[in-house]
Every structure is written in structure tokens, then in C-alpha cells.
């Protein structure tokens, strides 16, 4: 038995959700370019959920569940009072806020297919009001309730910042939760697989799956390609800022992939977001440092931006907090977490693979008075 480190290219399991082939990206078959130039971030859970785009009428009854299912039970907010806020980083926050959502939820272990798919929605809806209001409450602000009128991405907007979002900007967040919302067996949607395999219930898939996206290999690359940007401070500081970098042999963050050889497809749709968002709030800037690293780190090491690359500066153009960059990743990803778990459930075998054991071998037992 040989290992193979990280898994790289190993083949776990089979999913109709969405796949990744010679660099392109398709959920349930629709490419990722033909859904982000067309979709809507309702439309896209709708299929990750059903394995098809919604009638008009199917998509009104999502629209509807999900801002009926929008509401947090005031202990889960509470509780963002019992310890230091402003000190926890908000991934830390939201893991523990979705574990606490199960204890208020009474179908949280009942494992029919309807309780099942009523968790999804509830989670999905949930999930915004808690970052959102995480968000606000830090900041020593009551969090805002949805307006019932609001799509999902206008409403996060809305119950971010209390006021009514402008239609580029809800145009631009619904994108950037259509492109974030599913990829094939990525570490987190793997995570929440191993996790409900057992037959664990979904919040425990989900909060599992959200502390693997918490880290800066994964989901918390986009805080990270910020943290860049804000320590680079300007265009001219680029090209020995990221040169020092790569002769250090050091990562920089928003570049590279497991999978995705020419490039991240969805990396372009964001670039051209970025492009757009940066110019209309006169700070061209970060476009325009990003351009210069992406030619830099594509020219020394051919090694592409992948989704979180641009994707920081486009939140930052929202006014997004840097340390809420990932926690978004996440209020999308619970559509393609919730997909795969309901997928896993419909057709489940335990996943336990095997270890090449490295370790000492047929070792004898030695009294401590004798070591
Ligand atoms: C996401 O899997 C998914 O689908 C994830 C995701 C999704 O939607 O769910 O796409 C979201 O997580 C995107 C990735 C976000 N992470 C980052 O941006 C962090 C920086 N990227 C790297 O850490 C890295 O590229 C990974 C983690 C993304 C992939 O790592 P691998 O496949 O394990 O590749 P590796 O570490 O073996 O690197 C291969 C070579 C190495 O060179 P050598 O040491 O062999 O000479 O490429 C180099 C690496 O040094 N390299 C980089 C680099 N990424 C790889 N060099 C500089 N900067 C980088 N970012």
C-alpha cells in the first residue's frame, strides 16, 4: 500500500453535480461561463439541488422558502455576545454559529429526505442573517432583518449595511455567488462527505465543512490576496514585493490549483467584475496591481489565478470587511455542500480509505520502571 499524497488525482467518488474537465467547469452539465453570464444565484441552488433549472413558478417557491427561512432563532445571535467578538475571526464565528443552529432546529437528526431537504433551505437562508449580523453585532450594531421583496444577493447587501444595495453591486455579488457556489470534490464539499457518510446529520456535515474552507489553502485564500494588496499598498511596489516572494519560494495566495493546469475559468468573470467595481469607486488600483502580480506570478512561474484572486478585490469594491471575504465563499458554498450531502445520503457506502503505514514495527511492552 502506497500513499498518494493530498489525494492528488485520486478518484473518491462518483457525483452528478458538477464536474471539472480540461479546465472547464460545468454544474450538472451547464458550463460555468453559460451560467455566470445567465443565472442567478437562486437559479443555480435550485439546480446543484434538483439536477435541472427551475420553471418560473419552482424558482418563485425557492425565492419564497428561502426568505421565509431567513430568520435566526435570537439565541444564535446572542451567544455572538458571550465571548470576544471583535477578537474571533468570523470563520471561527460562523462554524460555531451553524453547530449552534442544529440545537434549535427539532427535525436536525430526523434523516428523511424531506427533513433533509427543508435543513438545505434552512441552512442556505440562514447563513446570510448570520454573517451578516455577525458582522453588524461586532461592530456594536443591530443586525437588519430581510426585506421579503429581496432576492438573496440583494438582501445580503441589505443586511449588511442597512441600506437599500445599488443594482451593480447586486449584480455583481449574485455573480460572485454563482461562480463560488459548487466545484467538484474540492477539500470542504470532501469533508462534508466523509461526514454525513457515517450518516452524521447536515449541520454536522456543514460546520465540518466550513472549518476545512477556513483555511488559506482553500477558502481563506481571498482574505489573504487582500492582506497582499493592502501590504503592497501601490502599483509601483509590485514587481519587488512579488519577486522577493517567489525567490523565497513563497506561495502567493489567489494563484495556483489542485486541479485547473491553464487556468481557473472562473477567474476571468471576476477579473472583469474587479475591473468594473474598482473604476467605479476611483480605486483602479487594485485592478490594476492585480493585472501587474497575475502577469508577474503567470510569467516567472506559470502558475494562474485561480477563483480568489480577484475576488478580493471585487469585494473590497463592495465594502465587504477583508475578514468576511471567506465567510462569503462559504454562504455560497453551502448550496454545493448541501448538493453533495443529499447526494451522499440518496446512494451512501462509509468512506474509509486506508494508510501506508510508516511507523515502528511488533514493539514489546516495557514495565516504566525498565525505560
Ligand atoms: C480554492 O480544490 C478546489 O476546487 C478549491 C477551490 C474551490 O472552488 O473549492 O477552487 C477554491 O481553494 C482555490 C485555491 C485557493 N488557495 C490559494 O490560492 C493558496 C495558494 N495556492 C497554493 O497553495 C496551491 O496552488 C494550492 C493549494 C491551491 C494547490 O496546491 P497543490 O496542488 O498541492 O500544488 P503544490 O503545493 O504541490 O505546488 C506545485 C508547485 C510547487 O512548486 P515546487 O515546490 O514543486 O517547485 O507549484 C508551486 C509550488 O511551490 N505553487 C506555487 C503556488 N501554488 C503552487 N508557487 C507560488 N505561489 C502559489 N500560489
Redesign the pocket.
Given at each position: 500500500m502506497t500513499a498518494t499524497k493530498?489525494l492528488?488525482g485520486i478518484v473518491a467518488t462518483q457525483s452528478a453535480i458538477s464536474s471539472?474537465i480540461d479546465d472547464t467547469l460545468t454544474y450538472v452539465g451547464y458550463d460555468i461561463d453559460d451560467l455566470a453570464d445567465n443565472a442567478s444565484f437562486e437559479e443555480v441552488v435550485y439546480l446543484l439541488w434538483h439536477q435541472r433549472l427551475p420553471k418560473a413558478d419552482e424558482l418563485a417557491e425557492l425565492k419564497q422558502q428561502l426568505a421565509d427561512n431567513m430568520s435566526v432563532p435570537q439565541p444564535v445571535l446572542d451567544h455572538f455576545k458571550n465571548y470576544p467578538i471583535s477578537e474571533v475571526h468570523p470563520m471561527a464565528a460562523l462554524r460555531t454559529a451553524i453547530s449552534l443552529l442544529g440545537l434549535y432546529d427539532e427535525n436536525a437528526e430526523d434523516m428523511s429526505d424531506e427533513a433533509n431537504y427543508e435543513k438545505a433551505i434552512k441552512l442556505q437562508a440562514k447563513v446570510a442573517t448570520i454573517v451578516t449580523a455577525f458582522s453588524r453585532i461586532r461592530k456594536g450594531l443591530e443586525p437588519v432583518a430581510p426585506k421579503k421583496e429581496f432576492g438573496y444577493a440583494a438582501n445580503f447587501l441589505y443586511m449588511l449595511t442597512g441600506e437599500v444595495p445599488e443594482e451593480v453591486a447586486i449584480e455583481a455579488f449574485d455573480k460572485a455567488l454563482v461562480l463560488?457556489a459548487d466545484?467538484?470534490l474540492?477539500?470542504?464539499?470532501f469533508t462534508a462527505r466523509v461526514c454525513v457518510a457515517t450518516l452524521s446529520d447536515m449541520y454536522s456535515g456543514i460546520t465540518a465543512a466550513i472549518g476545512a474552507l477556513k483555511g488559506?489553502?482553500?477558502?481563506g485564500?481571498n482574505e489573504?490576496v487582500m492582506k497582499m494588496l493592502m501590504e503592497i499598498g501601490d502599483e509601483e511596489n509590485v514587481e519587488s514585493y512579488i519577486k522577493e516572494k517567489?525567490a523565497n519560494?513563497?506561495?502567493?495566495?489567489?494563484?495556483?490549483?489542485?486541479?485547473y493546469r491553464k487556468g481557473?475559468p472562473r477567474a476571468k468573470h471576476l477579473r472583469k467584475m474587479s475591473k468594473k467595481l474598482t473604476a467605479l469607486r476611483g480605486e483602479e488600483k487594485w485592478y490594476n496591481m492585480s493585472e501587474k502580480i497575475e502577469a508577474i506570478?503567470t510569467g516567472e512561474?506559470n502558475?494562474p489565478p485561480?477563483?480568489?484572486?480577484y475576488s478580493a478585490s471585487v469585494y473590497h469594491s463592495l465594502d465587504i470587511d477583508h475578514d468576511l471575504f471567506t465567510p462569503i465563499f462559504a454562504v455560497s458554498?453551502i448550496s454545493g455542500w448541501a448538493a453533495h450531502i443529499l447526494e451522499q445520503y440518496a446512494n451512501n457506502r462509509l468512506i474509509r480509505p486506508r494508510a501506508e503505514y510508516t511507523g515502528p514495527n511488533m514493539q514489546k511492552y516495557v514495565p516504566i520502571n525498565e525505560r
Open positions: 493530498g492528488e471539472i463560488h466545484h467538484e474540492n477539500a470542504s464539499t488559506p489553502l482553500h477558502g485564500a489573504q517567489l519560494r513563497e506561495r502567493i495566495m489567489g494563484f495556483g490549483h489542485r486541479v481557473d506570478v512561474k502558475i485561480n477563483v480568489d484572486f458554498r
